[in-house]
């Protein structure tokens, strides 16, 4: 069993619709990333917490914003998707923000249709 | 340039067979390595890892990987594969340094014939 939950699992949405992804650990971790999975494919890193400040950013296009409202909570936002956004969103944590060996633990993923 | 390399993109194996995936690495240090398992639509679970000491690592559900400094791989193995085994596996090295720094590579995919 994941100690990282997702939610929703499945989320459809319009090209202006706004939606939010959400993501939570309990597992006291210090840093919480979003990866972006498109099929076939390895997971591509978006963005990373550490210590709920945003430290990394991957020239991810501003329709997608991020948020870090507590050390156990990340929410990614999302708006004017565009169907190339479709994919499996995955969130993931570490123990460590700082000098990491990179073991993260990842939720089962939001995946996203956009139409 | 750091880089993962899994030559394998697609492996068909017989339930009850043995299975090795190949993982090649480049990175100038000692890296710490991880093998991830994905089943359709899930997350990565993490199968094992290997940080320092003893190079053959035992993982979850059987399986078991190989560091060989001298060849840059990382290869995973199982010695009798179950239909349940049926996935993605992606190999990965982290560096070490900031957040993040974990580089996946492309990933094989397994199927098991019955």
């Known amino acids: 069993d994941t100690e990282v939950t997702q939610t929703p699992k499945h989320l459809v949405m319009g090209m202006t619709n706004k939606k939010s992804l959400k993501c939570e650990q309990h597992?006291?971790?210090?840093?919480m990333y979003w990866y972006k999975q498109k099929a076939k494919k390895p997971p591509e890193l978006m963005f990373v917490?550490?210590?709920?400040?945003?430290?990394i950013n991957e020239s991810v296009p501003s329709r997608f914003s991020p948020e870090c409202p507590n050390s156990s909570l990340l929410n990614l936002h999302l708006h004017a998707l565009q169907p190339e956004d479709s994919a499996l969103y995955l969130c993931?944590?570490?123990?460590?923000?700082?000098?990491?060996?990179?073991?993260?633990?990842f939720g089962e993923g939001s995946r996203l249709t956009v139409l | 340039a750091q880089s993962v390399t899994q030559p394998d993109i697609h492996i068909t194996v017989s339930e009850g067979a043995s299975l090795e995936l190949r993982c090649n690495y480049s990175y100038g240090a000692t890296p710490y390595l991880f093998w991830y398992v994905q089943s359709p639509g899930q997350g990565l679970q993490l199968l094992l890892k290997y940080f320092s000491g003893d190079t053959l690592v035992q993982g979850i559900k059987g399986f078991e990987a190989e560091f060989k400094r001298s060849q840059s791989s990382f290869n995973l193995r199982k010695p009798s594969v179950h239909w349940s085994d049926a996935a993605e596996y992606f190999c990965a090295v982290g560096t070490g340094g900031s957040q993040g720094n974990l580089i996946f590579g492309k990933g094989t995919k397994l199927s098991v014939k019955p």
């Open positions: 917490y550490s210590y709920e400040k945003l430290s």
């Open positions: 597992m006291g971790h210090r840093a």
């Open positions: 993931a944590s570490s123990p460590r923000a700082g000098r990491d060996t990179g073991e993260l633990f």
